[in-house]
């Protein structure tokens, strides 16, 4: 019997666990390759030295109260090195100053007037006050832009201060770029239910999501993860740019920057929306379509090790509210949020929002400068640092705007047999989510070979 040919165009974690699963269930004769051009694979999975300790520079993070990544990490037999947070909390920047992050919130949508008090005005708290009183237009179904709910049941300072600052530190966007069916699928389907105002809606998911550490990590850093699917995988590695798919008989042909061709009995292209819409233009003009109704924004990561003796809070870090007078969108006191583990203190700061490519586009002496300006503007700390990692990743974060679950099923009902797409712009940002599509992708190759 011919062995298989599996091709995937991309090799960050949802190309990677794609190949981890496709030798799991297709067999040891399948043959796996993954096209990438980068000097290493995992996309934005990148761990980087920082001061002598491991450190991402990418992804950082994941949910833990998603199944994913704990059970990924059980089925290749490192559980052990998921790490936890020392349980600090973040702060919000705004107004020049620093507050606590609200409690008793969704996505910084609040549950009560008591949630933001401090954090916005008196005007502001008595309108959420009064909000479970006023008639609430929803239609099941429906998915506005998150800030359009956001501003009219509560106000504008509820978007800037609370809304946006989550919603910048987790897709580099706004509550105005991000959909309220992504934002808070929870709290959509309360509003669907039947909720009678956004505050009922909030505190109808509120039990569901408390308790228990929030995030996790690898311990190691995400390279920990991107090796062992790699040697699990048993995947071959072309570092070449896959420019174009064509139709063969049977499967595709596959043909690189370089004029190489490789034949494929069924490809999963894990690539970002951007990328997938010159690659199925001419194959699926119907997904190219959809996918060029997604936005991206671009994102810097600047790593720091400083001395320990710097002067920060015991915070895990700092989230901006929209309109301040910094550079950064976050900022993450990364030994404090996960431990110290050697003699420097680590330190991300983020850069990028949907409209803003200034970070891309600075040089790594700027970015530094702003770094270091941004720490003593919110912390009132001078710091000299003595390491510096800077990530770039450019159209890497999509936004998932109005209707964005429409656009998704749009894309997957366009494809035709034996091609499958895995990546963070169909079901949700983050590595769980990446993994989620990863698997779906696998099932339907596998599942359209069986049917043949």
């Known amino acids: ?126 309108r959420i006050a009064a909000e479970p009183g006023r008639p609430l237009d929803w239609r099941p179904g429906d998915d506005p832009a998150t800030a359009a709910v956001v501003a009219d049941r509560f106000g504008e300072q509820v978007v800037a201060r609370s809304v946006d600052p989550l919603l910048g530190g987790v897709y580099a966007g706004s509550a105005a770029s991000i959909g309220l069916r992504s934002a808070a699928p929870g709290l959509a389907a309360a509003l669907d239910g039947g909720a009678a105002s956004l505050v009922e809606a909030v505190r109808a998911v509120l039990p569901a999501g408390t308790g228990g550490p929030v995030f996790g990590a690898v311990d190691g850093g995400y390279t920990v993860l991107v090796d062992e699917l790699v040697r699990r995988s048993g ?11 064509e139709p063969a008989t049977p499967g595709w042909t596959l043909r690189d920057g370089a004029g190489g061709r490789w034949r494929a009995d069924a490809v999963i292209l894990a690539v970002p929306a951007p990328r997938l819409v010159g690659l199925v233009t001419a194959i699926a003009p119907r997904s190219a379509a959809a996918a060029r ?49 050697g003699d420097l203190e680590l330190v991300r700061l983020s850069f990028g929002r949907f409209d803003d490519d200034a970070g891309c586009r600075a040089a790594d002496d700027e970015l530094l400068a702003w770094a270091v300006a941004d720490l003593a503007t919110v912390f009132g700390v001078t710091v000299e640092p003595v390491d510096v990692r800077v990530g770039r990743w450019v159209d890497a974060m999509p936004q998932y705007g109005p209707g964005h679950g429409d656009i998704v099923a749009e894309i997957r009902a366009g494809l035709p047999p034996a091609l499958a797409v895995a990546g963070n712009y169909l079901d949700g940002i983050g590595v769980p989510a990446c993994i989620a599509a990863a698997r779906r992708a696998v099932s339907e190759l596998l599942g359209a070979r069986m049917a043949r």
């Open 293 to 341: 109704r997604i936005a991206s924004a671009s994102s810097v990561v600047v790593a720091l090790a400083v001395p320990p003796d710097a002067g920060f809070p015991e915070q895990s870090g700092v989230l901006v509210a929209s309109g301040e007078a910094l550079h950064a969108k976050a900022i993450t006191l990364s030994s404090r949020k996960w431990g110290r583990r």
């Open 1 to 126: 019997m011919t062995s298989r040919l599996y091709c995937i165009v991309g090799g960050g974690i949802s190309g990677l666990t794609a190949a981890y699963w496709l030798r799991a269930l297709a067999g040891d004769d399948a043959t796996i390759t993954v096209f990438d051009p980068a000097d290493r694979l995992g996309g934005v999975l990148r761990t980087e030295r920082v001061g002598g300790q491991p450190m991402d520079v990418g992804a950082e993070a994941f949910v833990v109260r998603r199944p994913e990544v704990p059970a990924l990490l059980a089925e290749l037999g490192i559980s052990d090195r998921q790490l936890g947070t020392t349980g600090a909390r973040p702060l919000i920047y705004s107004q020049g100053r620093l507050h606590p992050l609200p409690s008793d919130t969704v996505a910084g949508i609040p549950s009560s007037p008591a949630s933001l008090a401090g954090l916005v005005d008196d005007a502001t708290v008595a």
């Open 235 to 245: 995947l071959r590695w072309e570092p070449a740019a896959v420019e174009s798919i």
